[in-house]
């Protein structure tokens, strides 16, 4: 099992905006038969911050449902409207699970 982690750093102003449309983007995902995302506000460090976790099966299912999330307008709508929000690309961590 693994879990895959997106940190998402927001310009300044806009983090209230980009914590909906996160959360819009999960509800997207899981109306969709994905894993809806955790979503974490970051406390410390850089203002607005926030993380997404999923769990995926394998780093194989993980993979294919990136083709399949892309070819899904109520998803790659939401990320249209986030991708403008952010100070940066999104950065992408994979974890194995270990127990």
Not at 7 to 13: A, E, I, M, S
Not at 55 to 68: C, G, K, P, Q
Not at 76 to 97: C, G, M, N, R
Request: charged share 25%; aromatic share 10%; net charge positive.
């Amino acid at each position: 099992m693994i879990a895959v982690r997106r940190t998402y750093l927001p310009k300044p102003g806009v983090g209230g905006k980009l914590a909906a449309l996160v959360k819009e983007a999960g509800d997207a995902m899981a109306a969709a038969g994905f894993e809806k995302p955790t979503i974490y506000r970051g406390w410390h460090g850089s203002h607005g911050l926030l993380q997404t976790e999923q769990r995926w099966s394998s780093i194989a299912d993980y993979e294919a449902s990136r083709s399949a999330v892309r070819k899904t307008p109520g998803i790659t709508s939401v990320f249209d409207q986030i991708y403008p929000l952010l100070a940066e690309t999104h950065k992408t961590e994979i974890f194995e699970i270990t127990d």
